[in-house]
């Protein structure tokens, strides 16, 4: 075993570590307070006394080869580590319901395991997506407080990522959805053509039975819920005690992330606070270039908080990727010092300054012939992140806005929003803006979106809605003879279920309207996208 981790070693870029021999014990028992038991694995150096204990737990399966390796490097540095497979996993008892269970099960194990004679009673969590929920779930409940915190591509709060503006997000939740109804059985719904076919089904609540052959818990309460979910999803939110959570906390992230919105409030809670947290912010989505630079920054952080040697850390809380530059920055805050708020105004091109008013842009949407989506943040490997624009900007139903080319490099850092004035005939429809860079050869690639699903609740007498879009944070150089570029559209299809237009549940609707969509502009209505431009303007 010590050959092959001495090789990880090397390969993550991470110091050598003493030539200590692990042991694994493996499926050990751990009882619930309603009798169910749940299976572990330990790793720890060979004939070691008590030590500190690093907790992740899973819902894939404590045998995968990524959490056995990081287990056996953290071993071999003095810690040792409990893989644990969450409630309904094969090889521990009870259902699995998605997101529901963590906390107390979660709790529960840390109280077993800090009585262990073989731990000193210090514990850290770790873990990326799900499994770092899963950590979240515990870190602002444990007492005594964790020791430190290992959060890569995840979140306190997860609900808002399902219906982010409203609308329901279907690519990635029939992938996740039906990867998690396959376990076992042999089945790759990231690769199953049924998977992607099912996306088109309606009503959307049949969808997971269409891509895997039954009902899939996790996506019925998805689906159930879509567009309000009340207080269904309340427990399984812990974002209100992020700012109480003491445990010294490291994260990454990227700026093709599906949770990077809500892992950056995390950050933000917990820094205004004064609590010892860091984030790294990569070039990359919810993918393996995530995962290994999340292993190199775990192992790192829980050596130096359970072992000593924190001088060796980085001292800068924020480091981000500056895409379009190549260039990683540090600063002290999220949202970075020394950005600007500044409007680039709608109109019958882009403007930074207000605009004199202009006639309305319109367009049609048609759910049963709906708006494709391409890249952005998705889990599909290979699909998602930054790509050409150019076939649906050609679309009869989408109107395109693009401003002058640019007389000198423009950097943008930090949250990005938009306001859009717009009005519906029906009353419903999502409206989904995309925020483009248009290179010297035409080529036009997305930098960030975000979506909105109106009703007539939102809207004025005269039906007009002022949409306030949140979109995706970014870090973004648009480099001098590049052009910007806005999209507008009534949806992203499958990234987002198609808006029926009549006001039905998404999961229920089968019948569609047409959605005839008025885009106002101008200086009576002066719809813009807020960029974070850094340093000098425009």
């Known amino acids: 075993m010590a050959g092959p981790l001495r090789f990880a070693d090397r390969l993550l870029g991470l110091p050598p570590a003493p030539a200590r021999r692990v042991s694994v014990e493996r499926d050990l028992r751990i009882p619930m307070p309603d009798g169910v038991v749940l299976a572990a694995d330990l790793r720890r150096p060979r004939g070691a006394g008590p030590l500190p204990a690093v907790l992740i737990r899973t819902p894939y399966g404590k ?15 003095g810690l040792q580590v409990v893989v644990q497979n969450v409630r309904g996993v094969p090889g521990s008892g009870g259902e699995f319901r998605a997101f529901h269970r963590e906390k107390d099960d979660g709790l529960a194990t840390l109280a077993w395991l800090r009585a262990q004679p073989w731990c000193d009673g210090r514990v850290a969590m770790a873990g990326a997506s799900y499994l770092g929920f899963t950590a979240w779930a ?60 099912a996306m088109r ?54 700026w093709w992330d599906l949770f990077l919105r809500r892992q950056l409030r995390d950050f933000a809670a917990l820094q205004a606070a004064g609590r010892d947290v860091r984030i790294t912010i990569g070039p990359w989505g919810h993918d393996t270039k995530a995962l290994r630079a999340m292993l190199i920054d775990q192992v790192s952080w829980l050596d130096a908080h359970l072992n000593g ?22 600063f002290d805050h999220w949202p970075p010092p020394g950005t600007k708020p500044t409007p680039l ?55 395109v806005l693009t401003g002058a080319p640019l007389e000198r ?71 001098r003879g590049h052009r910007l570029r806005v999209m507008l559209a009534g949806g992203a299809f499958p990234r987002f279920a198609r808006n029926p237009g009549t006001g039905e549940p998404a999961g229920e609707a089968v019948a569609t309207r047409r ?24």
Not at 63 to 77: C, T
Not at 221 to 236: L, M, N, Q
């Open 201 to 254: 089904h309606l009503p959307v609540g049949e969808a997971d039975t269409v891509a895997i052959g039954r009902p899939e818990p996790f996506f019925q309460e998805v689906t159930g819920h879509a567009g309000s979910g009340g207080d269904f999803w309340k427990a399984t939110d812990h974002s209100g005690g992020v700012p109480e959570t003491t445990a010294p906390a490291t994260m990454v992230t990227g």
């Open 63 to 77: 045998e995968r080869p990524a959490l056995r390796l990081f287990a056996g490097v953290l071993a071999r540095r």
């Open 515 to 538: 959605t005839r969509f008025e885009v106002f502009r101008g200086a009576a209505y002066p719809s813009a996208v807020h960029l974070p431009v850094r340093d000098g303007g425009v």
């Open 409 to 479: 490099d423009l950097d943008i850092i930090g949250p990005v929003s938009a306001t859009v004035h717009v009005r519906t005939n029906t009353g419903h429809g999502d409206l989904f803006l995309r925020l483009c860079d248009v290179d010297r050869d035409g080529v036009s690639r997305n930098v960030t979106d975000g979506i909105l699903r109106l009703t007539p609740d939102h809207a004025t007498a005269d039906g007009i809605v002022r949409a306030e879009i949140e979109m995706h944070p970014t870090a973004y150089r648009f480099p």
């Open 138 to 197: 515990v870190a602002p409940y444990a007492d005594p407080p964790l020791e430190a915190l290992g959060l890569g591509v995840t979140a306190s709060e997860f609900a808002s990522s399902f219906y982010p503006g409203g609308a329901l997000a279907l690519h990635n939740t029939l992938i996740w959805s039906s990867l998690m109804g396959t376990q076992g059985d042999g089945a790759r719904p990231l690769h199953n053509r049924r998977v992607r076919r």
């Open 309 to 330: 040697g924190k001088a060796r850390l980085r001292q800068a809380p924020v480091r981000l990727h500056l895409q379009g530059a190549g260039r990683w920055l540090d």
């Open 345 to 399: 105004y709608l109109s019958r091109s882009l403007s930074w300054d207000v605009p004199a008013d202009a006639e309305r842009a319109t367009f049609v949407y048609d759910p049963l012939d709906p708006t494709p989506s391409v890249g952005g943040p998705l889990l599909s490997p290979g699909k998602g992140g930054q790509r050409d624009n150019t076939r649906i900007e050609r679309r009869h139903d989408v109107v």
